[in-house]
């Protein structure tokens, strides 16, 4: 069966420093894979998408980036964090030819 | 752009009630309709799918409908327990599409 993995779980990080989070997937191949936002108490905020490796869709500007250097590995990165930052960070599966998603764990980033 | 829009943002509900959560989405061409429940502090979770041909699904206490004339579609959960309290947040997407557009979530408060 297919697992997601994210790590770390928590991370408390000061401003301007660097960031990076990763995310691997166990059971499938080709997956598209997404970064997620979740500001506390709010929605969904879809930050990266990659239907393959080296490809990467961003859906919002800002100071992050991601990279997909192998076909299961998704990585979030920042050179220097904000305190906007701070958040719940959500990976996502989709298998190529299907449409539901599934979410991992999370990474719980609190920027101070 | 493809937007899904979903109400009430609050529903608070006494224990043994029934809860119904709407969604409107845009893209005509969406056929896949997820809901997800995401308890406190943890990831969303997929409790529930209909697809376009379909009308109606139902799963124990819960069950979605689907008005492709209207683009509207509805969660019911009936009979309404203390572990339903969670936000529920319903998506779209299409066949062919690399994104799922998330509703902004629904914050269920079911009261015992």
């Known amino acids: 069966s297919q697992t997601i993995h994210q790590w770390p779980a928590t991370l408390v990080q000061p401003v301007g420093s660097p960031l990076s989070l990763e995310c691997t997937v166990e059971?499938?191949?080709?997956?598209?894979l997404y970064w997620y936002r979740q500001a506390a108490g709010r929605g969904l905020q879809l930050l990266f998408y990659?239907?393959?490796?080296?490809?990467i869709s961003s859906e919002v500007p800002q100071n992050l980036s991601a990279s997909r250097p192998q076909d299961r590995q998704f990585i979030l990165s920042s050179k220097k964090l904000l305190l906007s930052d701070s958040g719940f960070y959500l990976c996502?599966?989709?298998?190529?030819?299907?449409?539901?998603?599934?979410f991992g764990p999370g990474t719980r980033l609190l920027v101070l | 752009g493809e937007n899904v829009e979903q109400h009430p943002s609050t529903l608070s509900v006494q224990e043994g009630d029934s809860a119904v959560i709407k969604c409107t989405y845009s893209?005509?061409?969406?056929?896949?309709f997820p809901w997800y429940k995401q308890e406190l502090g943890k990831r969303p979770q997929l409790i529930i799918d209909?697809?376009?041909?379909?009308g109606e699904k139902k799963d124990q206490r819960i069950a979605v409908t689907l008005n492709k004339t209207a683009k509207h579609f509805s969660l019911h959960i009936t009979e309404t327990q203390p572990e339903d309290s969670a936000v529920y947040f319903c998506?779209?997407?299409?066949?062919?599409?690399?994104?799922?557009?998330f509703g902004a979530g629904t914050r269920l408060f079911v009261k015992a």
């Open positions: 996502a599966w989709r298998p190529g030819l299907q449409e539901t998603q599934y």
């Open positions: 059971g499938t191949s080709n997956p598209n």
């Open positions: 990659s239907v393959g490796i080296g490809q």
């Open positions: 893209d005509s061409a969406s056929n896949y």
């Open positions: 209909i697809r376009s041909n379909v």
């Open positions: 998506a779209a997407s299409r066949t062919g599409g690399f994104k799922t557009i």
